[in-house]
């Protein structure tokens, strides 16, 4: 199979075919980045640009060390440092970095469908690294990975995710990942953090985390902002913590083998105890560590990869 | 110049509706002459118009057209002062004659805003210079549209204002809602309200429901709009104040007006085109160009809309008319400016809704021509001795909207290359003939 694909703008436009070949080419990058000497020349002579209009330190991170590890040259911009502040426009600025011809434009932005709004526009190669509430498709495949790592395969498996689902971009992203793979999503969340018509990505939601976590293989906590109080989401971190946070006194009631993820920066105290976030079921860090692997695998399908290979 | 539109079919509700010749002499129409029924005649009482004179008029044929009262459209943004880059008011009227309008109201969101007199006076005489169709100011309801002191409506009225509003913001503060009702009553100034609760529109772009979800993008509530259009039915009734709700999106608007109606409150209403024409699904790939406030909303929406236009509930079709040039429109779709331009499709997708069968063509000239008309208290209707503001329609043109031939200075509607059908195709304001298809250069 050839990957098809010029831009990973999110979960919805990848098929499952489309999917397990990024999961089985990052399980294969994997190994790269445990070898002494972490570089391949795989993308040697390729220009990554990693367009960053939102603060990352994890995403930014690892896109640059896959970039990196790969051979591509890569470089950072940044809202402030880039001609956005002096009022040029996303298309405006798109456009002259596309002038000197980067391969592939990693891009994170504040605004739902700017990524979608850059793939229209300009021809490098788009990767979404999250856009507004819209989508965070990397995460979503470094998450699947993550899971089927843990457990030999997605199918089947019962996932909740837990928090503010309204304001998230993983969630939606993940709701739709693991349901196209083939496990059964359900929320968890007070009201106000569950977004209308959320059931038609083919989940399910409870005002009751209990009801959400009992039966569940794999429990995503989401990360509170503590910003939300402002818009009455929820009164206080000390209530939320109390009928939304991961104790370990909630572990109790969930399957032994259950997984915890996250996909950072962690609350400690706030929605996951700093017990559960360092115990035995949780997987928080080899998230981080697959996402490095997933990145590498998307930059070499999308930039030098079989794709081009096919149609240079 | 003295004109005969021939063999029209001519339709104006409440008065005239068969096939007629009308005679008209120095901007005013001196005869109506049936030709259905010929010992019928409305104008019986008109001295014929001598043979001399025949000749001498310059004769449209109408044959199969549809002749109209000249169409208003009581919701336009023309932009000048402040925003000529996105229109001017000479193009605004330009883009209406197209569009088969003979009169707009023009809303005060400009800059400055219309709340005083030399704005007002500034946009007639504007008009007057651009020479097209007429144009009715709206002022601002409260100074500058900041909500917090009223205009002043009686110099505003003075220089030529027809209505009040504060459209693009709604009046949170009910007290200045109910004092601006009250004040306005003596100088007989429509308030027309632009119904939206702030706090509940919180970062909404778009309709809120399951689509919102799925992009990502924070929604607008129904209740955004109805808890206000509630609100105004009620200050309504206290005040005894006519208010005409602006722009109706969603079906339990549509549901407190028709209640309100039915108990006599003295509310009217308006929606546009693109209400009864799409839903949110036109959003699609984070198009700016269906981007709107209020947004777009559900087919259950969309089709209380066409049940309140067909039962009477909503008596206005407007265009809110809102220009915008790409430096609003082609950017992030949370960041772009709301609003899309229409006064020169609006007669072709108002008249889809005749082919469906969900309004007659009397019914739909009556949402375009003769309530506007009524709501406003200005002059209307093909009726001798009135001025002779009339549109021409040719209900079986079929064509594609094509942005490029548009007369607007903008270019942001959601229709461009849409296949529609019916047209204006020529519209007289008041003997001149501001518009012309077969020649564009009119």
């Known amino acids: 199979m050839q990957f098809q694909k010029k831009n990973i703008l999110d979960m919805e436009s990848l098929s499952v075919d489309e999917i397990s070949m990024i999961l089985d080419t990052a399980d294969r990058m994997k190994e790269i980045s445990q070898r ?29 060390i896959a970039a990196k590890r790969l051979s591509a040259d890569s470089l950072s911009i940044s809202a402030s440092t880039s001609s956005m502040v002096k009022g040029e426009t996303l298309i405006d600025t798109a456009r002259n970095l596309e002038a000197m011809n980067p391969d592939v434009i990693v891009i994170r932005h504040p605004s739902a469908g700017a990524p979608h709004m850059l793939a229209r526009t300009v021809s490098p190669s788009i990767i979404n690294a999250g856009d507004g509430m819209h989508a965070h498709p990397t995460q979503s495949l470094l ?44 929320l968890a ?38 910003e939300r109080q402002k818009s009455f989401l929820f009164p206080s971190e000390r209530e939320y913590a109390k009928v939304y946070g991961l104790t370990r006194k909630r572990l109790e009631s969930t399957k032994d083998d259950v997984l915890i993820m996250h996909p950072g920066p962690i609350n400690r105290g706030v929605e996951i105890a700093p017990d559960v976030a ?20 998307l930059l070499y399908l999308v930039a030098g990869g079989t794709r081009n290979a096919d149609t240079d | 110049m003295q004109i005969l539109i021939k063999d029209g079919r001519v ?53 199969g057209k549809i002749v109209t009262p000249g169409l208003i459209d009581m919701h336009v943004h023309l932009r000048e002062p402040g925003h000529e880059y996105k229109e001017t008011i000479e193009t605004g009227c330009l883009a209406a004659a197209a569009g088969g309008f003979t009169a707009v109201c023009c809303m005060p969101n400009t800059n400055p805003v219309n709340d005083n007199s030399q704005v007002t006076k500034f946009i007639i005489e504007k008009a007057r210079l651009a020479d097209t169709v007429r144009v009715y100011p709206v002022a601002a309801i409260s100074k500058g549209l900041q909500g917090t002191g009223l205009s002043e409506y009686g110099d505003l009225k003075d220089a030529g204002a027809v209505a009040i ?103 009217t209403a308006e929606t546009a085109p693109h209400y009864f024409t799409l839903t949110e699904d036109a959003v699609g790939r984070y198009d700016t160009n269906a981007k709107m406030n209020p947004p777009l909303r559900s087919k259950d929406d969309r089709e209380a809309i066409r049940k309140g236009l067909a039962d009477g509930t909503i008596d206005v079709i407007a265009t809110d008319h809102a220009p915008h040039s790409t430096i609003e429109k082609e950017v992030e779709f949370d960041r772009a400016a709301n609003g899309i331009i229409g006064l020169e499709t609006s007669v072709s997708l108002s008249l889809k809704l005749v082919e ?40 079986d043109r079929s064509y594609i909207v094509d942005v490029e031939s548009f007369r607007s200075i903008s270019r942001n509607t959601p229709f461009n290359g849409l296949e529609v059908k019916g047209k204006a195709i020529l519209t007289m304001v008041g003997g001149k003939i501001v518009f012309d298809e077969k020649n564009n250069n009119l």
């Open chain 1, 189 to 226: 969340g007070p009201q106000t953090m569950i977004p209308k018509g959320i059931e038609t990505l083919g989940v399910s939601f409870t005002l009751n985390m209990e009801d959400a976590i009992y039966d569940s293989d794999v429990i995503m906590m989401l990360r509170i902002q503590k």
């Open chain 2, 356 to 395: 469906e069968g969900i309004l007659k063509i009397e019914e739909l000239v009556e949402k375009m021509s003769t309530n506007p008309a009524r709501i406003l208290r200005i002059e209307n209707g093909l009726t001798v001795g009135n001025s002779a503001d009339i549109t021409i329609i040719d209900p």
């Open chain 2, 165 to 267: 509003s504060d459209d693009g913001c709604p009046v949170t503060d009910s007290q200045l809602m109910r004092r601006a009702m009250e004040y306005a009553k003596r100088f007989g100034l429509l308030i027309i309200s632009h119904c939206e609760d702030l706090n509940l529109l919180a970062e909404g772009v778009m309709n809120e429901g399951a689509l919102a979800t799925r992009m990502g993008l924070s929604g607008i509530p129904n209740a955004c709009e109805s808890v206000m259009v509630m609100r105004d039915i009620a200050l309504c009734e206290l005040t005894g104040s006519p208010v005409h709700i602006a722009h109706v999106s969603t079906m339990e608007s549509v549901r407190a007006i028709r209640d309100a109606k039915s108990r006599g409150v003295a509310v």
């Open chain 2, 11 to 63: 339709v104006d509700p409440g008065n005239y509706d068969g096939i007629a010749d009308i005679f008209i002499e120095d901007g005013k129409i001196v005869k109506i002459q049936s030709n259905d029924n010929p010992r019928q005649l409305p104008t019986s009482n008109e001295q014929p118009a001598t043979r001399n004179k025949q000749q001498a008029y310059r004769t449209i044929d109408a044959t």
């Open chain 1, 36 to 64: 002494p000497v972490k570089k391949v020349p795989t993308l040697r002579g390729k220009t990554v640009v990693l367009f960053f209009y939102e603060p990352s330190t994890r995403t930014r991170t690892s896109f640059d």
């Open chain 1, 278 to 297: 360092d115990g035995p079921y949780s997987i928080i860090l080899n998230q981080v560590t697959n996402g490095v692997a997933v990145r590498m695998a």
């Open chain 1, 143 to 186: 998450d699947l990975m993550t899971v089927r790592e843990n457990k030999g395969e997605v199918k089947g498996l019962r996932v909740a995710i837990i928090g503010d689902i309204s304001h998230s971009r993983v969630a939606r992203s993940n709701c739709i990942g693991f349901t196209k793979m083939g496990a059964e999503v359900i």
